[in-house]
């Protein structure tokens, strides 16, 4: 770590605080209020449609939410989830945030823009899971963020730091686009080509049929007893995405009693979908 870098605790640099808890008669009306699906979809928070509960004017108060507050996800069903962290960078008059997040409001030591980064860092998010409980949920309370450290580049640094990882989050953002418009490209050639709305050069003269499939495939059933071993299982990905392999290392823990030989050029069928 650079010399001139500090590392300092959470507890160092700023202050936590729970999110506000209301009974279910209290949501739909009211004051907006930044909720566990806003955190997990944005790393940064903007004035947008929030939820909204009836909030009065001291939890207005309480539970405040500032430019530059970092909010972390304090329960979430897959561990991967707890400690997630989105940034406020637009004021949201009159709000609050639930009481599956913690708020946490430092001293001005770090930038806003790096806020949506540093708390992604790998070491980071090892040690904050490191420090998570698990029962039903991923847990991880205010003691245990206190606790953890973190690397703080000079002002100046975290400045040019965030500035070229925002170029990056945007340049992946346009390529996810690009990437979204040639699947929306490809599922209407394949709509066009594959019903002979659109035919290819050299082909147009062409009729086509339609017949059976019992003229082309017949079904074939390999069916064997469960497995005693490891065995590679095959399964089908949705929305035309292909088939994966499995390594099953514990057959015995299979529900089902009969099982099927897979073998190249095969056409399988998934028969049933949640």
């Not at 008059?93 to 708020?103: E, V, Y």
């Not at 860092?121 to 029962?135: A, G, K």
């Not at 989050?169 to 050639?189: F, G, P, S, T, V």
């Not at 080509?193 to 017949?218: A, M």
Request: glycine share 6%; hydrophobic share 40%.
């Amino acid at each position: 770590i650079p010399k001139e870098w500090n590392i300092k605790k959470l507890a160092e640099i700023g202050e936590f605080k729970n999110g506000i808890n209301k009974s279910k008669d209290d949501f739909g009306f009211g004051f907006p209020l930044v909720g566990l699906t806003d955190v997990f979809d944005n790393h940064r928070l903007f004035s947008a449609n929030f939820s909204l509960v009836n909030s009065s004017e001291n939890d207005r108060k309480e539970y405040s939410l500032v430019v530059g507050d970092i909010l972390f996800v304090r329960s979430s069903v897959k561990p991967e989830g707890v400690g997630l962290t989105s940034v406020v960078c637009e004021a949201i008059p009159n709000s609050t945030f639930s009481g599956f997040l913690i708020r946490f409001r430092d001293d001005g030591i770090l930038d806003n823009d790096f806020k949506s980064h540093c708390f992604f860092e790998r070491d980071f998010r090892r040690r904050l899971l490191n420090h998570s409980t698990i029962s039903a949920n991923s847990n991880i309370n205010q003691v245990s963020l206190k606790s953890l450290y973190l690397i703080i580049p000079p002002l100046p640094e975290q400045k040019a730091i965030a500035m070229f990882l925002n170029l990056w989050d945007k340049a992946i953002e346009l390529h996810q686009k690009l990437i979204k418009q040639k699947e929306i490209q490809r599922k209407w050639l394949m709509k066009n080509l594959l019903t002979g709305e659109i035919r290819l050069i050299g082909y147009t003269k062409t009729s086509w049929r339609t017949q059976p499939l019992s003229n082309f495939i017949k079904p074939i059933s390999r069916g064997i007893d469960k497995p005693n071993e490891a065995y590679l299982g095959i399964g089908i990905r949705s929305h035309g995405k292909g088939t994966f392999l499995k390594p099953d290392e514990q057959p015995e823990k299979n529900s089902m009693d009969k099982f099927y030989i897979v073998r190249e050029n095969d056409l399988i069928v998934n028969i049933t979908f949640a």
